[in-house]
Structures are given as structure tokens and as C-alpha cells.
């Protein structure tokens, strides 16, 4: 069931029946999904910013990533089971792209730290691909020639296409929201990849 809070979706689900929204989002082969883990911090933002709402509106699964969600929830006489956040369903996920040879990457956090991520996903879960990984900090917008902020710095665009190429089923974003969510959302189409989530700073834990 999803309720309505604010304005914004909610689907009222437990961590487990979120996996397996996943997982179904990943083998039905549909059109691409974003997954958003909503924390009252962006709800409140969204309240402000309506392209934010509509953003939040337009995701194929919302889940309640915050006491205070829950909270809010069963204050609206609308419960949800239970706080499902990034980091949580991320790792949950993990077995299970192991298992079914699910192809993972993870974009964000400061350079090598997705990498370091990987390998100890990796470590964790013999078998597990990783189709990619990449640091989170690139130039807005499109490409520009010799435009680059940074040497070797990529634009927004390429780094998309750097996922396209990588043909990963599940794209974990870490570039902190409402970052995050909005990449996924200009280039979910362009990335074609079946199942996108933000998980803010999970890379930076996971690589201690
Ligand atoms: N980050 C990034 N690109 C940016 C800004 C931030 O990759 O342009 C990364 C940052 O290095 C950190 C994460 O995004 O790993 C943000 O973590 P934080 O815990 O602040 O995000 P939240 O969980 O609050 O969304």
C-alpha cells in the first residue's frame, strides 16, 4: 500500500517486501526504476521545492528512511511497517545480486572510496559483480569540449554513459541527496539500468 504524507509517497512496506519490490523491478525487464528511501530531511525540502515533490511523485518505490517518517505516518493514521533506509536495502540486496548474477555499480563518495566499497562487498559475497564503480564528484551538465573543471574531471553526461557502458542492473548512488536523486532521475532513460537508488553517504561506511 502507499500512503500520502505531505504530498509525497510512501509505500508502506518492511525491509523485506522492499527487497523484493527490487527484485522484481530487476527481472521483470520494465522500463528503468528509481528507488528514493525518504528521509524527513527531504520531505521537508521538498515542502519548498516542488520539482523536488514531483520528482519524488514520479519514483517507482519510496520508502521510509527516518523514526521521524514513521512517526509522521502513524500520526496520519496511515502506518508504515517499519524504517527501511539506503544502507539498509543496499546490503540486503547484495546476497541476493550475488546469487542471481545481478550486476552491481556504485557511483559517489570521494575517489577510491567506491572502489574500496566494492571490494569489501566483494569480500562479503564470493561471486558478487561489480559492473563498476566511480567517485561522486563531476561537472554538472552536459559535455562541453575542453570544458573539463578539473583534469580528467567527467561531465554529468559522461559519467551516465560510463554507467550505460557498464550495463549494471542495480546502481547504488551515493552523492548525498537530493543529489543523488535527481541524477537518477535526468539520466535514469539514458543509463537504461532496471533499478537506481540513492544511499548518501553508505560508500563512506562501508569503506571505514
Ligand atoms: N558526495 C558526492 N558528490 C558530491 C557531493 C557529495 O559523491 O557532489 C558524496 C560524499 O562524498 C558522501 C556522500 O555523497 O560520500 C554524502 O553523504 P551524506 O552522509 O552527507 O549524505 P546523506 O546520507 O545525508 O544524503
Redesign the pocket.
Known amino acids: 500500500m502507499r500512503i500520502n504524507l505531505l504530498g509525497a509517497p510512501v509505500d508502506a512496506l518492511d525491509l523485506e517486501a522492499a527487497v523484493e519490490r527490487v527484485a522484481a523491478f530487476v527481472t521483470a525487464a520494465g522500463p528503468p526504476r528509481q528507488v528514493i528511501t525518504l528521509n524527513p530531511e527531504i520531505l521537508f525540502r521538498a515542502r519548498q521545492e516542488p520539482a523536488l515533490l514531483t520528482l519524488i511523485n514520479s519514483a517507482d518505490l519510496v520508502t521510509a528512511d527516518g523514526v521521524g517518517i514513521v512517526w509522521a505516518a502513524r500520526m496520519a493514521g496511515t502506518p508504515v511497517p517499519e524504517r527501511v533506509t539506503g544502507i539498509d536495502l543496499m546490503l540486503r540486496l547484495m546476497p541476493l545480486a550475488a546469487r542471481e548474477g545481478w550486476r552491481v555499480f556504485l557511483l559517489?563518495?570521494?575517489p577510491g572510496?567506491a572502489a574500496e566499497a566494492a571490494r569489501r562487498l566483494q569480500a562479503q559475497h564470493p561471486g558478487l559483480v561489480i559492473a563498476g564503480t566511480h567517485?561522486?564528484?563531476f561537472q554538472p551538465g552536459a559535455s562541453s569540449p575542453g570544458a573539463a573543471a578539473e583534469p580528467g574531471q567527467l561531465t554529468e553526461d559522461e559519467v551516465a554513459a560510463l554507467v550505460r557502458r557498464a550495463r549494471p542492473h542495480l546502481l547504488f548512488a551515493?552523492?548525498?541527496?537530493p543529489?543523488q536523486e535527481r541524477f537518477i532521475a535526468r539520466h535514469k532513460e539514458a543509463m537504461g539500468v532496471p533499478v537506481s537508488m540513492g544511499v548518501?553517504?553508505s560508500?563512506?561506511v562501508l569503506a571505514g
Do not use: M, Q
Open positions: 559517489g563518495a570521494a572510496v567517485h561522486g564528484y551515493g552523492l548525498g541527496a543529489k548518501g553517504g560508500f563512506d
